[in-house]
């Protein structure tokens, strides 16, 4: 398998290439928009062809850039089945592989940041999304969140990958790159160690977070895979810039 980990310092999100030596088929996860060009011309560098673009939410901290992609490239959406979004090209469930050439992704669903949200594992690695980053979690007060649903689907279902697996979270904010499960398991401060659903709740309903001041624009134009807003706030232009104008007129 072809990887590369790509990172759009905006949002402090990593967007994952996922490419078939054997086919030249690629997929990119979490793409994010300011960077869609860089991430494409990631994949024609490597000799791939984008096929697939695949988001594990909705996400409120920065807008898809999946539409955009599969205009310049022809690349089909991938999105929760469960959102029944109309701009879907590959609804995804539960345990029904994605293929992207010789390369097989798994889904794996993992409610609790929000309730749709997916994890995708692909061999020796797991794309966590929100729901688990190193040494944390995503939040849980917003979007259907719900922090008994976060427990078990980080105990419950990614826990439960073995030991060695890599993770790979959409975000991180303090320059690390990726984890293991053994070591989230370990000392993960949020849902490690012997943490138990309770304290967890606890923890969560406390931590007081600031409204997130994308979420009334990105929430909309994610539903739409990837439509910046005709009223985006000047200071909000920058989750945005790269959208209007093609490269290829």
């Known amino acids: 398998m072809i990887f590369r980990q790509l990172f759009e310092p905006v949002s402090s999100t990593y967007t994952y290439l996922v490419g078939c030596v054997e086919t030249g088929e ?18 024609n560098d490597l000799g791939l062809k984008l096929v697939m ?3 594990t939410h909705i996400h409120a901290d920065h807008i898809t850039s999946a539409s955009i992609l599969r205009r310049e490239a022809g690349s089909r959406v991938a999105l929760p089945a469960l959102d029944a979004l109309p701009c879907t090209d590959v609804p995804m469930h539960d345990g029904v592989p994605l293929q992207i050439g010789g390369v097989r992704l798994e889904p794996l669903h993992t409610p609790g940041h929000t309730d749709n949200h997916f ?9 966590t999304g929100d729901a688990l980053l190193i040494d944390g979690c995503g939040r849980t007060d917003f ?39 053994a070591q989230e398991k370990l000392r993960n401060p949020r849902l490690g160690g012997d943490r138990s659903i309770e304290d967890f709740e606890k923890l969560m309903a406390e931590l007081d977070l600031p409204y997130p001041k994308f979420i009334d624009y990105a929430v909309p ?11 985006l706030p000047g200071h909000l232009q920058q989750y945005c810039v790269a959208m209007a104008e093609s490269p290829q007129g």
């Open 26 to 43: 690629a997929a990119l996860i979490d793409p994010v928009m300011p960077t869609w060009q860089r991430d494409l011309q990631a994949v």
């Open 53 to 55: 673009t695949i988001d």
């Open 119 to 127: 994890a995708i594992v692909a061999g020796d690695r797991v794309f």
């Open 143 to 181: 979007q259907s969140g719900d922090s008994r649903l976060l427990y078990q689907s980080v105990r419950g279902k990614l826990f439960s990958l073995p030991a060695e697996t890599l993770v790979y979270p959409a975000h991180d904010y303090q320059g690390r790159w990726v984890s293991s499960i």
């Open 221 to 231: 134009g994610n539903k739409a895979c990837g439509v910046c807003p005709d009223d």
